[in-house]
């Protein structure tokens, strides 16, 4: 069960950054049949969601702080999930997981995901 987050980098504000996850094994087939989210940690703060899209990508659901300027999307033939980032803040900075639900649908709640990446670092600066 593997969960490959990448894209992360160091961008000045306002730029963009596009990040990917790609399911392989177990995972893989989860990608396919049930939704995929993102989520962030910043330094010494808790993780927090940030996005999700259902599985045949009929419904997304995003942090009212990211809402406008990141857009998540999916490509079930690939297994793949992306996340773009647009007009990137500071507060943005952050560790980014990616993770695969327990079902089609999914919130914001840790308990409603059942696989998670490594993470890929993001960080902009001022």
């Known amino acids: 069960v593997q969960l490959q987050a990448s894209g992360g980098g160091l961008v000045q504000a306002g730029g963009s950054l596009r990040l990917s996850c790609a399911a392989s094994?177990?995972?893989?087939?989860?990608?396919?049949?049930?939704?995929m989210g993102w989520f962030r940690q910043a330094p010494g703060k808790e993780r927090e969601f940030v996005a999700v899209?259902?599985?045949?990508?009929?419904?997304?659901i995003y942090e009212d702080s990211v809402k406008g300027r990141f857009t998540i999307s999916r490509d079930n033939a690939k297994n793949t999930v992306l996340l773009q980032m647009n007009s990137l803040k500071p507060e943005d900075t952050a560790v980014y997981y990616c993770?695969?639900?327990?079902?089609?649908?999914?919130?914001?709640?840790?308990?409603?995901?059942?696989?998670w990446g490594q993470g890929t670092l993001v960080t902009v600066s001022s």
């Open positions: 993770a695969a639900g327990r079902s089609s649908y999914a919130g914001k709640n840790f308990a409603d995901y059942q696989y």
């Open positions: 094994g177990r995972a893989g087939r989860a990608v396919s049949n049930n939704a």
């Open positions: 899209v259902s599985w045949r990508s009929d419904s997304t």
